[in-house]
């Protein structure tokens, strides 16, 4: 049995149910400590069950070495509690201080559907949600020749390449201030880098008042790379199957490789075209990076600037 939640044609999280997991006696598990003592001794995430507003319900916890994460668990008497939790700023705040994969609640009209999200809890003080991460040393790479629909919806696998999903980027960045930290490597030179934005918004994929879906807005630029974001700033998302660009062809299918982006005319920068083409770059005014790493993460801004 699997518990599969779907938000908005979203694959959000599918897991093993915890009833295999039960004790000899036919219990289910309640916390980690529950888990453990069933022999389930590997780190990742269970579902166990809690009595909440007087419903046996499922959800979602981490188990780690130390039998718990703080933020999934009551510190009280380790009981399982649903998290509030809607981003890995919230996440840390409640003490999670280690990068690792983790549970969120990001979606306001479904606050019962959990998502799986990688978390940078040490970069410039922690708290970063990642929406994009890719790396050309994984054994195992992520194609991301993919559709309109499924770039909205997400793919990969945090622990490896992956793309977290516009709706799930539109829903971080909307409607607070945000921040977005990108961090590349390039191919030939090995050198590494990174640029800071100080405000990052992704629109919903239908706001009337905007003439492409998913239009980006960014901004307030530091770093060592060089502004490779600035000229797709105010453009709308595309796809093989779907083309916002402003080029007569289909940046996505003509030039990026399949890649979806916020394409203006075919450039300058993309970080989903595929490894090894020389459309996999980062290129700002004055430089020009060919990459075998990349990745993208948002937080609530602490700034107001």
Same mark, same amino acid.
């Given at each position: 049995?699997?518990? /599969?939640?779907?938000?908005? $044609?979203?694959? @959000?999280?599918?897991?093993? #149910?915890? *009833?295999?997991?039960?004790?000899? !006696?036919?219990?289910?598990?309640?916390?980690?400590?529950?888990?453990?003592?069933?022999?389930?001794?590997?780190?990742?995430?269970?579902?166990?069950?809690?009595?909440?507003?007087?419903?046996?319900?499922?959800?979602?916890?981490?188990?780690?070495?130390?039998?718990?994460?703080?933020?999934?668990?009551?510190?009280?008497?380790?009981?399982?509690?649903?998290?509030?939790?809607?981003?890995?700023?919230?996440?840390?705040?409640?003490?999670?201080?280690?990068?690792?994969?983790?549970?969120?609640?990001?979606?306001?009209?479904?606050?019962?559907?959990?998502?799986?999200?990688?978390?940078?809890? /040490?970069?410039?003080?922690? $708290?970063?949600? @990642?929406?994009?991460?890719? #790396?050309? *040393?994984?054994?195992?790479?992520? !194609?991301?020749?993919?559709?309109?629909?499924?770039?909205?919806?997400?793919?990969?696998?945090?622990?490896?390449?992956?793309?977290?999903?516009?709706?799930?980027?539109?829903?971080?960045?909307?409607?607070?201030?945000?921040?977005?930290?990108?961090?590349?490597?390039?191919?030939?030179?090995?050198?590494?880098?990174?640029?800071?934005?100080?405000?990052?918004?992704?629109?919903?994929?239908?706001?009337?008042?905007?003439?492409?879906?998913?239009?980006?807005?960014?901004?307030?630029?530091?770093?060592?790379?060089?502004?490779?974001?600035?000229?797709?700033?105010?453009?709308?998302?595309?796809?093989?199957?779907?083309?916002?660009?402003?080029?007569?062809?289909?940046?996505?299918?003509?030039?990026?490789?399949?890649?979806?982006?916020?394409?203006?005319?075919?450039?300058?920068?993309?970080?989903?075209?595929?490894?090894?083409?020389?459309?996999?770059?980062?290129?700002?005014?004055?430089?020009?990076?060919?990459?075998?790493?990349?990745?993208?993460?948002?937080?609530?801004?602490?700034?107001?600037?």
């Amino acid at each position: 049995m699997k518990l /599969t939640y779907h938000i908005l $044609g979203l694959l @959000v999280l599918v897991i093993s #149910d915890a *009833s295999g997991h039960q004790a000899e !006696d036919g219990s289910l598990p309640k916390n980690c400590q529950n888990i453990r003592e069933n022999g389930f001794t590997e780190v990742g995430h269970y579902v166990v069950y809690n009595t909440i507003n007087n419903t046996e319900e499922a959800i979602m916890i981490y188990c780690d070495e130390k039998d718990g994460m703080l933020q999934l668990m009551d510190k009280e008497d380790g009981t399982a509690r649903r998290s509030a939790a809607i981003n890995c700023k919230e996440l840390q705040d409640q003490g999670m201080d280690h990068d690792v994969p983790n549970i969120i609640y990001p979606f306001p009209d479904h606050p019962e559907a959990p998502l799986l999200v990688l978390c940078d809890q /040490t970069t410039q003080g922690g $708290g970063w949600t @990642v929406i994009l991460r890719r #790396d050309d *040393s994984y054994d195992a790479l992520t !194609d991301f020749n993919r559709t309109f629909q499924e770039y909205a919806a997400g793919f990969g696998d945090v622990n490896y390449d992956f793309y977290i999903g516009n709706e799930v980027i539109h829903t971080l960045t909307d409607p607070s201030l945000n921040e977005l930290w990108v961090t590349i490597g390039d191919t030939y030179t090995g050198e590494t880098g990174y640029a800071h934005y100080q405000y990052f918004h992704v629109a919903a994929r239908d706001d009337y008042d905007l003439p492409e879906p998913y239009m980006m807005g960014i901004g307030l630029y530091e770093g060592t790379i060089g502004n490779g974001m600035e000229y797709h700033n105010g453009q709308g998302f595309s796809t093989i199957d779907q083309d916002n660009d402003v080029w007569d062809a289909d940046c996505a299918a003509e030039v990026g490789g399949g890649g979806g982006w916020w394409y203006r005319d075919c450039g300058p920068t993309c970080l989903t075209s595929p490894y090894g083409t020389g459309h996999f770059s980062w290129y700002p005014e004055d430089s020009y990076y060919t990459l075998s790493k990349a990745q993208m993460m948002v937080r609530p801004s602490s700034t107001c600037t």
